[in-house]
């Protein structure tokens, strides 16, 4: 009896496959000859992509990156209209793409974070179809639950090789870890991995495997490396700033959370490496030993892990080009995706696993809710990203700001978008004083016995109010530009046109 009469005819009788079909594949097939394509308009005639076709991108390049633009330009050429973008995020180098919303190659958006001029005209109302706002769990929920649903996923790949390995830490744009698009290779109906830099097999450094691309797409360049670093990444020396990252300490360390095994996220802004500064010191002095600091990862942070002030570092995107050195070097220094960070329905999500968080906010209101999405006028100028995901995740969620900024209130009666739900929050802290959410007694509790005084959050807001010489706008247009979704799929706010 030979190996083919020993297979069950049951399995045999399941088209289309038969006895002989796997002998009939080419051998050149077999091996993944034929992946690579010289440039973007011979890919896009290989994809068969249709008007309204979803094409997802990821940000991991942050404002360097010139992939997202260099291919709605080719789609352009190909003629496709109405697609709809799926980006992780979207920044002011982004800006080429308005011309293609206002002519109608770009019929709609989704995306995590959003700014820049692209961002001004979804607020102006320049697509017909509301922008989806999602939170970096949220779309990785998204995407795997079938909501987000991606005809093609182009992946910038610092370097790649001809099967299609995906490599982010190798290649003259090496941005370090690529957490966001692993979702997207995982679910779209085609990927593409799209580089500047074609090695040998095996590229060095595989983070997405080639079992996930189905094509290589050659360019010019993935854009500007130096464009990772966006924003402030050192700590802040701003008296302010530094008075806040004193009371964000205190308040860490009177809740009793600061042990052996302490876990951390915070943001990349001043005041807030300025607090995980003031942090690291006070576990210097206690002898304190973290289990890991998560999120977008940054050179102070890993000055931290090489201080001993952590064990490791879970990093699902680095935000300057220390991280990426440090990310290629050091194996306590992890890469994850953007799924196993914050996906709500994954088992074991690291923001579960958040002893605190500092996060910032463009505005507070009396019931904690926070806005990061829009400015005091109305217009569009973030998104979420993480700040829901980890708010809801860490047991201490601590909100870091002043009381006003350019003339206006920061802590508002009511925000002028709610991004992060107020039930998630604990405290707020500014340079003035410290308010506990009703909902936290036992926190207040702690921390009048430690000293700090908290006030309720009425008082604060009365300090801002009075300190400001401006009102914020509110749009009474009927007009939504877009919706702003919790972690969960559900329905925060609605953002209208200005």
């Given at each position: 009896?030979?190996?083919?009469?020993?297979i069950?005819?049951?399995?045999?009788?399941?088209?289309?496959?038969?006895?002989?079909?796997?002998a009939?594949?080419?051998?050149?097939a077999?091996?993944?000859?034929?992946?690579?394509?010289?440039?973007?308009?011979?890919?896009?005639?290989?994809?068969?992509?249709?008007?309204?076709?979803?094409?997802?991108?990821?940000?991991?390049?942050?404002?360097?990156?010139?992939?997202?633009?260099?291919?709605?330009?080719?789609?352009?050429?190909?003629?496709?209209?109405?697609?709809?973008?799926?980006?992780?995020?979207?920044?002011?180098?982004?800006?080429?793409?308005?011309?293609?919303?206002?002519?109608?190659?770009?019929?709609?958006?989704?995306?995590?974070?959003?700014s820049?001029?692209?961002?001004q005209?979804?607020?102006?109302?320049?697509?017909?179809?509301?922008?989806?706002?999602?939170?970096?769990?949220?779309?990785?929920?998204?995407?795997?639950?079938?909501?987000?649903?991606?005809?093609?996923?182009?992946?910038?790949?610092p370097?790649?090789?001809?099967?299609?390995?995906?490599?982010?830490?190798?290649?003259?744009?090496?941005?370090?870890?690529?957490?966001?698009?692993?979702?997207?290779?995982?679910?779209?109906?085609?990927?593409?991995?799209?580089?500047?830099?074609?090695?040998?097999?095996?590229?060095?450094?595989?983070?997405?495997?080639h079992?996930?691309?189905?094509?290589?797409?050659?360019?010019p360049?993935?854009?500007?490396?130096?464009?990772?670093?966006?924003?402030?990444?050192?700590?802040?020396?701003?008296p302010?700033?530094?008075?806040?990252?004193?009371?964000?300490?205190?308040?860490?360390?009177?809740?009793?959370?600061?042990?052996?095994?302490?876990?951390?996220?915070?943001?990349?802004?001043?005041?807030?490496?300025?607090?995980?500064?003031?942090?690291?010191?006070?576990?210097?002095?206690?002898g304190?030993?973290?289990?890991?600091?998560?999120?977008?990862?940054?050179g102070?942070?890993?000055?931290?892990?090489?201080?001993?002030?952590?064990?490791?570092?879970?990093?699902?995107?680095?935000?300057?080009?220390?991280?990426?050195e440090?990310?290629?070097?050091?194996?306590?220094?992890?890469?994850?995706?953007?799924?196993?960070?914050?996906?709500?329905?994954?088992?074991?999500?690291?923001?579960?696993?958040?002893?605190?968080?500092?996060?910032?906010?463009?505005?507070?209101?009396?019931?904690?809710?926070?806005?990061?999405?829009?400015?005091?006028?109305?217009?569009?100028?973030?998104?979420?990203?993480?700040?829901?995901?980890?708010?809801?995740?860490?047991?201490?969620?601590?909100?870091?700001?002043?009381?006003?900024?350019?003339?206006?209130?920061?802590?508002?009666?009511?925000?002028?978008?709610?991004?992060?739900?107020?039930?998630?929050?604990?405290?707020?802290?500014?340079?003035?004083?410290?308010?506990v959410?009703?909902?936290?007694?036992?926190?207040?509790?702690?921390?009048?016995?430690a000293?700090?005084?908290?006030?309720?959050?009425?008082?604060?807001?009365?300090?801002?109010?009075?300190?400001?010489?401006?009102?914020?706008?509110?749009?009474?247009?009927?007009?939504?530009?877009?919706?702003?979704?919790?972690r969960?799929?559900?329905?925060?706010?609605?953002?209208?046109?200005?």
């Amino acid at each position: 009896m030979n190996q083919t009469q020993r297979i069950p005819q049951w399995i045999l009788d399941q088209g289309p496959f038969s006895r002989t079909s796997l002998a009939h594949v080419s051998k050149t097939a077999r091996h993944g000859s034929g992946k690579v394509s010289p440039d973007l308009d011979t890919t896009l005639a290989k994809l068969g992509l249709r008007d309204g076709a979803t094409l997802s991108f990821h940000h991991h390049l942050r404002n360097g990156d010139a992939v997202m633009v260099a291919v709605i330009d080719a789609c352009a050429r190909a003629g496709l209209r109405d697609l709809h973008v799926a980006a992780s995020s979207i920044f002011p180098v982004h800006a080429p793409l308005v011309a293609h919303m206002e002519s109608g190659v770009i019929g709609g958006m989704s995306t995590n974070f959003l700014s820049g001029p692209v961002a001004q005209a979804v607020s102006r109302g320049v697509l017909k179809t509301p922008v989806i706002l999602r939170t970096h769990g949220g779309r990785a929920r998204a995407i795997a639950d079938g909501t987000l649903k991606i005809d093609a996923a182009f992946i910038a790949a610092p370097a790649a090789d001809p099967l299609g390995n995906i490599s982010g830490t190798h290649g003259p744009r090496a941005c370090g870890v690529l957490g966001y698009p692993q979702c997207d290779a995982r679910h779209a109906a085609q990927v593409i991995a799209v580089t500047d830099t074609l090695t040998e097999f095996p590229v060095p450094g595989i983070q997405i495997g080639h079992d996930r691309v189905d094509q290589v797409a050659l360019v010019p360049t993935l854009g500007d490396q130096d464009g990772i670093l966006s924003g402030t990444t050192r700590p802040s020396t701003k008296p302010a700033d530094l008075e806040i990252a004193r009371l964000a300490t205190a308040v860490i360390d009177a809740s009793g959370l600061l042990v052996d095994g302490f876990s951390l996220q915070n943001g990349a802004g001043g005041a807030s490496l300025a607090t995980a500064k003031a942090l690291g010191e006070r576990m210097t002095e206690r002898g304190v030993t973290g289990s890991f600091a998560s999120g977008g990862i940054t050179g102070f942070h890993v000055d931290m892990l090489e201080a001993g002030l952590f064990r490791a570092l879970l990093n699902v995107q680095c935000f300057d080009l220390a991280a990426v050195e440090s990310f290629a070097r050091d194996r306590r220094h992890q890469g994850i995706s953007a799924s196993m960070y914050a996906n709500p329905y994954q088992r074991g999500s690291v923001v579960d696993r958040l002893d605190a968080v500092v996060l910032g906010a463009t505005e507070i209101d009396l019931d904690f809710n926070v806005n990061v999405t829009t400015l005091a006028d109305g217009t569009i100028a973030g998104g979420s990203g993480g700040h829901a995901d980890t708010a809801a995740g860490a047991k201490l969620a601590i909100v870091t700001t002043k009381l006003t900024a350019a003339g206006f209130p920061k802590i508002v009666e009511r925000v002028g978008t709610l991004t992060t739900p107020g039930a998630t929050i604990d405290v707020l802290v500014t340079d003035q004083g410290i308010a506990v959410n009703p909902t936290r007694p036992d926190l207040h509790e702690r921390l009048t016995h430690a000293g700090l005084a908290p006030v309720p959050i009425t008082d604060l807001q009365a300090r801002a109010r009075n300190q400001s010489d401006r009102a914020p706008i509110r749009s009474e247009s009927d007009d939504i530009v877009a919706i702003c979704e919790y972690r969960d799929g559900s329905v925060t706010d609605v953002i209208r046109r200005i």
